[in-house]
């Protein structure tokens, strides 16, 4: 969905007047008035095959390690289709200890 894109932003924050927080507002009148405050990354190319998987890449991969950084989570599967072959494991799912 991403490759292809020169570059990608990731909504880190969020400005309120003078103030940033870091949740998205749940206020619908301070949401309208919320100014998004992004992250800006370095894009990566189209995966030519199913073979070529986009987390090859240098560039999705500080994508994906930057997006579990900012939820305090571990990413431990990355996928680009369908098939077997078009998912990569990070981390065992099943291991006992999957905290961060």
Do not use: H, N, Q
Request: hydrophobic letters at 45%; glycine letters at 6%.
């Amino acid at each position: 969905m991403l490759a292809g894109l020169e570059r990608v932003r990731i909504c880190v924050a969020y400005r309120l007047g003078s103030k940033t927080v870091d949740e998205m507002p749940l206020d619908s009148d301070d949401l309208a008035a919320a100014e998004p405050v992004y992250e800006e990354m370095e894009g990566w190319p189209v995966a030519t095959s199913s073979d070529t998987p986009p987390s090859a890449t240098k560039a999705a991969a500080r994508f994906v390690a930057r997006v579990g950084e900012l939820v305090g989570r571990p990413v431990w599967a990355t996928s680009w289709g369908a098939a077997r072959s078009e998912t990569i494991l990070t981390r065992d799912p099943f291991a006992s200890d999957l905290s961060v």
